[in-house]
């Protein structure tokens, strides 16, 4: 089901990763949904300062370059950014989607028990709660 205007025929699609296994689950579903006119947006946003690391940097890099290589071949469009702005995911996944004004957001999430969630939480689950969009999840296998 399409949920942008019919008149546009596109959709812009803010993808939200953080793991090269969770781009791969991303990649393989946006490859059965993406329209030739959408325009998929792939993020990975990191805290910086010293709560990132250089491989943080590249692990994040992986992750987002993993989406845009299984989706070369389509005829989408395809564009990566990667944020190190100091914010939570979520924040930058829904200032993001306000500045390209985003149709929909597509996020991995995994199975957790209620105490993980506590503890860990969710950037899938925190985006389902603060988003004034749609938002597709994608189920992760452990």
């Not at 389509?74 to 564009?79: D, L």
């Not at 950014?81 to 929909?104: I, K, T, Y």
Request: net charge negative; charged share 30%.
């Amino acid at each position: 089901m399409r949920l942008v205007a019919e008149e546009t025929g596109m959709t812009k699609l803010v993808v939200g990763t953080d793991a090269v296994d969770s781009s791969d689950a991303l990649a393989e579903y946006l490859a059965k949904v993406a329209d030739p006119d959408d325009t998929v947006y792939v993020v990975n946003s990191l805290k910086g300062g010293d709560d990132t690391s250089g491989q943080d940097i590249r692990d994040g890099e992986a992750a987002i370059e993993t989406v845009a290589d299984a989706l070369a071949d389509r005829p989408v469009t395809v564009e990566t950014h990667q944020f190190v702005r100091g914010n939570q995911p979520v924040e930058d996944l829904l200032d993001f989607a306000d500045e390209v004004d985003a149709d929909e957001f597509v996020v991995g999430i995994r199975k957790r028990t209620p105490v993980g969630k506590v503890v860990f939480g969710s950037t899938g689950q925190n985006l389902l709660l603060g988003a004034d969009r749609p938002v597709r999840c994608v189920p992760l296998v452990e």
